[in-house]
């Protein structure tokens, strides 16, 4: 259309209100969308979370972390937070972030020496009566005294150990390195902690912890 053409009334007239409802469409999508909720964040899809020199994974399945705190110094340990959804054997993957400097113990670097403390909620409808961890360099593979990775085994009196749901504690540096927590009980949707130092001189960028609550035989 050519300037100064004639355009009739009507034709105008159509264009303008064909415009003006594009108009409309436009800012009620616009309202609509603003005004809907956010949806909601599953705290189940986090699969990694990051502490100090460490980060802590529930990649293989079976429980929930649902947060990681502290440094891993004594005053300042790695709280790690859990749900375990069955009785069976789960793992715990367990990382480096930052550069390894054996027997630092400042948190800044992985020194080796790693304060921890599981807090875990059983939402497995099954009470569990003992509770174990097992440490293991290779995935599904047990753990020997002599490649340096244990529960603190250069002490013998357990200082470094607690529970507030269970009495006593063994623990085997041979031919694994578990820790087994007996006399107690954490029943269904109640929570227990456990508190341990792992120690490793020969400090790996990667490792495994077994947790294994056990139930009644019948």
């Known amino acids: 259309m050519r300037c100064g053409t004639f355009v009739p009334s009507k034709l105008l007239e159509t264009a303008f209100s064909r415009a003006d409802r594009r108009r409309r469409h436009a800012a009620a999508a616009w309202l609509l969308a603003l005004c809907a ?69 400042s948190g800044d670097y992985a020194g080796g020496f790693l304060h921890v403390e599981i807090d875990v909620t059983n ?45 006593r504690f063994s623990r085997d540096f041979e031919p694994f390195d578990r820790l087994l927590f007996t006399e107690g009980k954490i029943d269904h949707l109640e929570s227990g902690s456990f508190g341990f130092l792992i120690s490793d001189f020969t400090p790996r960028w990667e490792f495994y912890l077994v947790q294994d609550p056990r139930i009644p035989s019948s």
């Open 37 to 105: 909720p956010a949806p909601a964040q599953d705290a189940s899809v986090q699969r990694v979370w990051e502490a100090g020199a460490y980060s802590f994974s529930d990649e293989l399945g079976g429980f929930l972390i649902r947060g990681v705190t502290g440094t891993g110094t004594k005053d300042d340990p790695i709280v790690i937070t859990e749900e375990l959804e069955s009785a069976s054997p789960v793992t715990l993957v367990i990382r480096t972030i930052k550069p390894i400097r054996p027997f630092d113990s």
């Open 123 to 167: 939402t497995s409808e099954l009470p569990w009566i003992e509770f174990e961890f097992e440490l293991q360099e290779h995935l599904r593979v047990p753990s020997t005294f002599g490649d340096g990775l244990s529960f603190d085994q250069r002490r013998s009196d357990g200082a470094t150990v607690t529970s507030s749901s269970f009495a």
